[in-house]
Nanobody, 122 residues
Framework: QVQLVDSGGGLVQAGGSLRLSCAAR????????VGWFRQAPGKEREFVAA????????YYADSVKGRFTMSRDNAKNTVYLQMNNLKPEDTAVYYC???????????????WGQGTQVTVSS
């Protein structure tokens, strides 16, 4: 089991950047697939991106491809989501999630962070 703490959200103007972080204390976190999801008010939660345990593979939703980059530093037990060229439609609560499974394209996760708010003003 892992406990995830996501952070880094905030208010930014359209075209700006933010970097979200997802950290865990458990060393086993470095062996987990990690994903980012987001949920805007009145909408269902949607998948944003995922990264393999090694960081060697990433997978992005079409809506963020080319603007968002996911990475991880297993020595620091932290996963990052660099978000560039942000748009008002990126406004949402962002959640990191983790799972032991290596199936990156299956959007089912076992552990979830508490969420961090990202607001993009136009």
């Amino acid at each position: 089991q892992v406990q995830l703490v996501d952070s880094g959200g905030g208010l930014v103007q359209a075209g700006g950047s933010l970097r979200l972080s997802c950290a865990a204390r458990e060393r086993t976190f470095s062996t987990y697939t990690v994903g980012w999801f987001r949920q805007a008010p009145g909408k269902e939660r949607e998948f944003v991106a995922a990264i393999s345990w090694s960081g060697g593979s990433t997978y992005y939703a079409d809506s963020v491809k080319g603007r968002f980059t996911m990475s991880r530093d297993n020595a620091k037990n932290t996963v990052y989501l660099q978000m560039n060229n942000l748009k008002p439609e990126d406004t949402a609560v962002y959640y990191c999630a983790a799972k032991k499974s290596t199936a990156m394209y299956i959007k089912l996760y076992d552990y979830w962070g508490q969420g961090t708010q990202v607001t993009v003003s136009s």
